[in-house]
């Protein structure tokens, strides 16, 4: 994949964002349950697919949430999910191309449009986008802020979280306040990660110098409590995609897509290390290992020997990889698994 390519594939999930920070402060003092002690690192469990590579869903898969029966995902138009070891593939809600989902252990939350009473001046009607929540086993939808939008989303349970233009924005579910954190003019958040009290953000800046751009990345943090922004990690090429556990940050950092470093460092930023070189795009750890997407491949990186093997060959361009209990799944851009002579884009998954 060229460079021009891979740059395409990362803005088309990515946010730029302007101005200077922000705190995520709402006029009070942060309560005790709102600091985060720890990652959720998924638990070692049985695999639910039996041997081999398993096709989940056919269809584009906006990226994927896994909960302990179910995966999730997003598709051009509906937000769907299927049992983790394949069956029958539910639509949970449909909307116009959502941008981006998360679920939770009580519901499901995505932005989606919907039309505008008024219509404009040539008698077509307008739409407008707005963040909802429906219930995680299907049902209506429910407004919650109307006239967002966003590229990524993560949700902790009582908090929703996200990127769009403007910056990186929290949202309280039990009070319904809302709070923002604004990056460097010229930032594309192209990773998110919750644990150990703050949201970690994979960030690279693009700024103009002479008659070019330049850019620089970084891995940075919001403290849940405060909203305080700082960077944990300077001097990157071009991070791409973010995962963290108990003790450390893994990410993907290259600006050449074909030798891209996978590497770890302690939640502080220090002891920082490269665990192996690849072209890497999305990543996923557990409790023993890291998983990353390759250009055709699924490649699992031993966390205390820092040995590397293929766990997944033979695919095309795959990404949004996640990982739980005994399995590893992943969106395919031509699911080599299926016989169609074309096939689809598919979200998939293999013991891991």
């Known amino acids: 994949?060229?460079?021009?390519?891979?740059?395409?594939?990362?803005?088309?999930?990515?946010?730029v964002i302007g101005a200077s920070s922000l705190s995520f402060g709402c006029g009070s003092s942060a309560k005790d349950d709102d600091v985060l002690e720890g990652a959720v690192v998924p638990a070692d469990g049985p695999c639910t697919t039996g041997?081999?590579?398993?096709?989940?869903?056919?269809?584009?898969?906006r990226g994927i949430v896994v909960d302990d029966t179910h995966v999730y995902t997003a598709t051009d138009s509906a937000i769907v999910r299927v049992p983790r070891g394949g069956g029958t593939r539910q639509i949970l809600s449909e909307s116009s191309s959502p941008t981006a989902f998360a679920v939770d252990e009580s519901a499901l939350y995505y932005f989606t449009s919907h039309p505008v009473d008024a219509p404009t001046t040539d008698g077509k009607g307008q739409s407008a986008t707005a963040l909802v929540r429906a219930p995680r086993d299907g049902g209506s939808p429910e407004l919650l802020v109307d006239g967002v939008s966003g590229t990524a989303m993560l949700s902790d349970g009582k908090r929703l979280y996200w990127v769009d233009a403007g910056g990186v924005n929290k949202y309280v579910l039990a009070d319904d306040t809302q709070s923002s954190v604004v990056l460097e003019r010229g930032s594309m958040v192209q990773g998110m990660a919750l644990g150990a009290g703050a949201l970690f953000l994979a960030v690279t800046t693009l700024s103009a110098?002479?008659?070019?751009?330049?850019?620089?990345?970084?891995?940075?943090?919001i403290d849940i409590a405060t909203g305080a922004l700082t960077t944990v990690i300077d001097g990157l090429a071009f991070p791409l995609g973010l995962a963290i556990d108990e003790h450390r940050i893994y990410f993907i950092d290259g600006n050449d897509y074909r030798n891209a470093t996978i590497q770890s460092a302690r939640i502080d930023g220090a002891d920082r290390t490269t665990l192996a070189t690849a072209s890497a795009s999305s990543i996923a750890v557990d409790a023993h290992a890291v998983y990353v997407t390759t250009n055709d491949a699924i490649l699992k990186i031993d966390k205390a020997?820092?040995?590397?093997?293929?766990?997944?060959?033979?695919?095309?361009?795959?990404?949004?990889?996640?990982?739980?209990?005994?399995?590893v799944y992943w969106s395919n851009a031509t699911s080599v698994a299926m016989s169609a002579v074309n096939p689809p884009y598919g979200l998939m998954t293999a013991c891991k």
Request: a positive charge; charged letters at 15%.
């Open 1 to 15: 994949m060229s460079r021009r390519a891979r740059l395409s594939r990362v803005l088309a999930v990515a946010s």
């Open 51 to 61: 041997a081999g590579t398993t096709v989940l869903s056919a269809g584009i898969s």
């Open 209 to 221: 110098e002479g008659n070019g751009v330049s850019q620089h990345g970084s891995i940075q943090r």
């Open 305 to 327: 020997t820092g040995s590397s093997s293929t766990l997944v060959s033979g695919l095309d361009t795959p990404g949004n990889v996640v990982v739980d209990g005994g399995n």
